[in-house]
């Protein structure tokens, strides 16, 4: 197995657990103290959760109001371990398709299909089986019927050109072994004029890839960030305009969960892609 592919499977295996401890009924707190001893990365902190013993408002559940955690099930709220709400900034329309990236237990997905409307949709890839059964079940639970969940990776979206409004993801990109293709992949799939709502955690500019591997681990969401002018120069250099990075909260020295936005140009044509396309 090559070092990407340990990569790989060190994230599934941390998120397959994940699922499983929320399955057999563990709470939000108790799901991010068991990766906590996984990960023992930023200080004692789960980088992608909170802080043991408490719902950190800065990480996981405690990044959604309650009106929000009132309209997914306890299930979903569970398997949270975002650094941020993109549903909060992705300002979604009734009517817009909407794909999330990494989409875990589904809250993301299910808050964004109750946004999009009957007249929406909202499209959920994760490469974890664990997690897709999770998240099925959650769908199912809340009754949704304008949400699918797909497997795949996030490098390779099963989805045809050009097929949604808005992409959102939520400290998912950093745990990719290519994120360059992630980016072109989200540029792919989007419309003209769509647009991208993504929480992840990014590095100040004065951090070097050494740096960042010594504030936490790789699978712990702190590695393998992005600097912030890494994130907009990839962006650029698949097509997208328009591109910010807004740092929110801090999650280690000089690393920072982030809201990135940029839009897909109106009117020009989807970017070649290296590999052959998907099927409908």
Do not use: W
Not at 154 to 162: C, Q, T, Y
Not at 176 to 191: F, I, N, Q
């Amino acid at each position: 197995m090559s070092h990407t592919e340990e990569l790989r499977e060190q994230v599934r295996v941390r998120y397959a657990q994940a699922a499983t401890a929320v399955q057999a009924g563990a709470t939000n707190v108790e799901v991010n103290d068991k990766l906590q001893v996984v990960d023992d990365c930023c200080g004692g902190d789960s980088c992608c959760g909170g802080t043991t013993g408490t719902v950190d408002d800065s990480f996981g559940a405690g990044l959604y109001d309650a009106g929000q955690q009132g309209d997914v099930p306890a299930e979903a709220l569970a398997a949270s371990l975002g650094c941020g709400n993109p549903t909060a900034v992705a300002a979604l329309r009734a009517g817009e398709r909407v794909l999330d990236l990494g989409s875990g237990g589904g809250i993301d997905v299910l808050l964004s299909a109750r946004r999009v409307g009957e007249t929406g949709f909202a499209y959920g890839v994760d490469m974890t089986d664990e997690m897709l059964e999770l998240a099925r079940a959650n769908a199912a639970k809340a009754g949704a019927t304008n949400v699918e969940f797909l497997k795949g990776t996030i490098e390779d979206v099963p989805l045809p050109d050009a097929s949604v409004d808005v992409v959102i993801s939520n400290c998912v990109i950093n745990l990719s072994v290519d994120k360059p293709r992630v980016l072109a992949e989200m540029y792919r799939v989007l419309t003209p004029g769509g647009r991208i709502g993504i929480s992840d955690v990014v590095a100040e500019d004065r951090l070097s890839p050494a740096d960042r591997a010594e504030r936490g681990s790789y699978v712990g969401c702190i590695a393998g960030a992005l600097s912030r002018t890494e994130y907009l120069e990839g962006l650029a250099a698949v097509g997208f305009a328009d591109a910010e990075v807004e740092f929110t909260h801090e999650a280690a020295d000089g690393m920072h969960a982030a809201i990135v936005r940029a839009t897909k140009p109106a009117g020009l044509a989807v970017a070649a892609r290296a590999s052959a396309p998907h099927s409908s």
